[in-house]
Every structure is written in C-alpha cells, then in structure tokens.
C-alpha cells in the first residue's frame, strides 16, 4: 500500500505552493531531502527524524517490522487501516502498521490560471519516489512510485486538499488510475534561501538546514496526516501520518515567499484593501477552533490585527505629523503581530502555516507609507 508516498507527494505539492513562486508556469522539481547522518534513523515521540528522540533500527521497524531507514530520507509515513493515534506517541508502540522511508523527486507546474486566494492548483508532470519496504515479506521489498499525470488542489491556509493523478507502482501489477486522496489540516513551511538559518524552528534551523546542497533556492517542510481513497482492494481507505522534507535548487523568480509575477508593485499585492483581505484570511479562524486553547489565541490574533486595521484606517483619514506617526504605529502593530503568531506557533496553537501568514503580514506592511 501506498498511500503515505502519494499523500507526500500532495503534501509537497500544496505547501510549496502557498503563493505563486515562479513568475511563469515553469515546470519545477523538488528533491526530498537525504543525508547518511540520517541512516538507519526512526522518528521518536516528536515524530521527526534527524533529532535526540530518534530511534536507529538497522532491522525491522515497527509493529509489522517495516524496512530501516536504509537511504538516510528526512521524509517518512507512518500508515495504518486503524484510526490515527493522539500525536505525540512514539512510532514504535503506536497503532500504525508500518512507516515508510521516502525519497525521491517530484515535478509540478502551477496552473496560476486556476489557483485563487484560497485554492492553489497545480499540475504533476513527472517524478519518482522510492519508498523502503513496507514489511517483513518477500514480495512487499522496496518500491517505487512513478507519477505520470494529475492535477492537486489546495487551501494554502488550511493545509486541507485533494489530490487526483495516475501513474505506476512497482509492487502493483495494475495502472494507478484516477486515485483520489483527502487531507486533513496540516502544518508546512517554505524558506526561502535568504531565511535559511533564520526562521526560529529549531529543527529547520539546527537539523535540516545544515543538510542542505550550498545551491538551494528553498525549502520545504509538511507535517501532514490524510487518507487514501482507490480502486485498489487491499488500499482504500488507510490512514497516514508524517513529515516531507523537500528543496528545490532552481530559480523562484522572487527572493522572498509569496510573490507575484515578477515581484512588482508593494510586496505581494497592489492595493492596500487586497493585502488586508489576504491577511484576514491567512489567519485562523476562531470558529473552526478544535478546542478553548486554540480559540484564545485566534480570538487574540483577531484582535491585534483590527487594531492594525484601525490605525490604518485613522492614518487614511488623517493628516501629517499625525499620519505619518500612526503609519509608523501601524508598521510596529504588524511587526507585534507577527510575533504573536510566531510565539503562538511554536506552542501548538497558531493552527495556519506561519511562513504564509508571516508573508502576508509583510505584504501589508511593504504597503504601508514609509517602509
């Protein structure tokens, strides 16, 4: 069964494409991220791999004694036909049936005609990704997932998508056809070179930056958990766990997350009324909040963002030496802003993906008169 290799490859897809990164639809490759330093390694209770809590397996792995991490991948899936634990556990004792390693290469095109502020839409144009045994059984070993075609939609805000596409699996004699799979929220980051160091997660920053090709453009990095649905009798249905970690050495087009175009005009926008409406709707919302925590600290990014909306509003309407003061206070209240998401992010409780939120929030600023 396949279905984490699949699901990696819509993770990839959606969040390196939280904003239109390339000024054209220029076909792109991303490489999934591997290092001897990471051989052998199992993700411990942080569900990482690369970190102290690792596990290193040079046998069998898990509760149906999957394959070691033989290739050194930073990616891996944990699957399972049982429901998805509370994260947090430790993969060796948990009710997944078996982790994946993967790595390999993945080539998308952004259909920018089709995406909107809400719905990125790209297309797969090729790619192969080699994933370790599932198993202890001769006919399960390692494999491979070659993608031919398809198309994936998703909510750069909520991580939430749906991918469809064909191609071949190699323990699978039949074509994978019109293969549909749901995701569930997930978490992800894109860094671009310049931030490379400098983005505040501790692994990003302590453990897969310093992994990276000198000649890398950005990075990607999924959390991410979903399901599966096929034609194929024995897959349909699983459900999967795990995190990409993924960098593409090509040109972007911009030198900083998200652009448009070709990076003209204020920042990732045009207009001052655009780029709040982006920042709204970057930002979680307090409805949909899965418990009291987590709505505190949406109902407290909502608060801080109207007041930046208000001095905005009075700065309009105003006139210097007073306009240009509460411009000033207005660049301070998206700085503040953004440190509250950041703050909020790594407690667990931010809910979006902090990279697109953060972008948005300069976009606005860059807008702002006097930055």
Known sequence: MRGGVRWLAAALLGASLVCDVVSDAAAMTATLLTDPSLVDHTPGPDLRI??????????????????????GAASYA????????????NPE??????????????EF???????????IVVAFTGGSLRSTAEFDHPTRGEATTTIAGGSAHMNPMTGEGQVQWSGSFSQIATPLADEVLTSAPGKGWIVPAPQ???TGDPYIDDVVTPLLPPDTTALVVVEFTGTVQTDVECCSGFTTLGVLVAYTTEALGCSELPCE??????????????CRARVRDALPDETEAPNPKTFRAARKLAKRFAKLEGTLARAATSTDPKQSRLYGKAR?????????ATTLDRKGLLGVPLAALHATIDDLVALIPGA
């Open 50 to 71: 690369g970190t102290p809590d690792d596990g290193v397996l040079s046998d069998d792995v898990g509760i149906l004694h999957s394959a070691p991490n033989v290739h």
């Open 78 to 89: 944990l699957l399972s036909a049982g429901p998805v634990p509370v994260p947090g556990f």
């Open 93 to 106: 004792a948990n009710d997944y049936a078996f982790v994946l390693f993967v790595d390999g290469t993945l």
């Open 109 to 119: 095109t952004p259909d920018f005609a089709a995406s909107t502020a809400s719905e």
């Open 196 to 198: 490379l160091g400098q």
């Open 261 to 274: 175009g070709s990076g003209g005009g204020g920042g990732g926008c045009a207009t001052m009324e655009t």
């Open 332 to 340: 301070r209240q998206g700085e503040a802003l953004k440190t509250t």
